[in-house]
T-cell receptor, first 115, second 113 residues
Framework: KAGVTQTPRYLIKTRGQQVTLSCSPISGHRSVSWYQQTPGQGLQFLFEYFSETQRNKGNFPGRFSGRQFSNSRSEMNVSTLELGDSALYLC??????????????FGPGTRLTVT | AQSVTQPDIHITVSEGASLELRCNYSYGATPYLFWYVQSPGQGLQLLLKYFSGDTLVQGIKGFEAEFKRSQSSFNLRKPSVHWSDAAEYFCAVVSPGANNLFFGTGTRLTVIP
């Protein structure tokens, strides 16, 4: 099976712009989670989607949003970019599962640089 | 609130030496526990996981971890480190009933010849 893919791998944006990142989960996986990784804050959970519905959300401002399509592919959007949004954004997919009793498989990430 | 502590920010070991990376968690019940590894510029790869049962779990690449409830620990071990093990290692937990991984701050492993 192909792994989790994320596009683009690298992105440079200007402060105030918006950006959309894409994630294709492993075939058959219906849950997609997004994480932000920065040197200062480490790995932080953004949100999780399951069957096109946001099932869980981390503590991020409303500028961060996401969605999931019927084929389980997911996008996340960041509006009005700030310098502090520069980070590695990781997507993870997992099989149908509830209660955390599953494994998450991570993609290679999208490196976003905001200038 | 749950938390994960990895007390060692950076560890250096010689190739062939044994390795132990520490992880302590704080949670009211036993969470599900994971170890992930991240090579530079890469995503996270799952090394092993603990849900229940045998407290010594085997993972990929020769790693193992032992869950100790009394110490709220889930330390990662490898008997003989290879140069290719140089990477950053993250301990993570998820609460039964939740869906999001909560990560420690990571331990960077350097392997010297």
């Amino acid at each position: 099976k192909a792994g989790v893919t994320q596009t683009p791998r690298y992105l440079i944006k200007t402060r105030g712009q918006q950006v959309t990142l894409s994630c294709s989960p492993i075939s058959g996986h219906r849950s997609v989670s997004w994480y932000q990784q920065t040197p200062g804050q480490g790995l932080q959970f953004l949100f999780e989607y399951f069957s096109e519905t946001q099932r869980n959300k981390g503590n991020f401002p409303g500028r961060f949003s996401g969605r999931q399509f019927s084929n389980s592919r997911s996008e996340m959007n960041v509006s009005t970019l700030e310098l502090g949004d520069s980070a590695l954004y990781l997507c993870a997919s997992s099989p149908d599962g509830t209660g955390g009793a599953y494994e998450q498989y991570f993609g290679p990430g999208t490196r976003l640089t905001v200038t | 609130a749950q938390s994960v502590t990895q007390p060692d920010i950076h560890i250096t070991v010689s190739e062939g030496a044994s390795l132990e990376l520490r992880c302590n968690y704080s949670y009211g019940a036993t969470p599900y526990l994971f170890w992930y590894v991240q090579s530079p510029g890469q995503g996270l790869q799952l090394l092993l996981k603990y849900f229940s049962g045998d407290t010594l779990v085997q993972g990929i690449k020769g790693f193992e971890a032992e869950f100790k409830r009394s110490q709220s620990s889930f330390n990662l071990r490898k008997p003989s480190v290879h140069w290719s093990d140089a990477a950053e290692y993250f301990c993570a937990v998820v609460s039964p009933g939740a869906n999001n991984l909560f990560f420690g701050t990571g331990t960077r492993l350097t392997v010297i010849p």
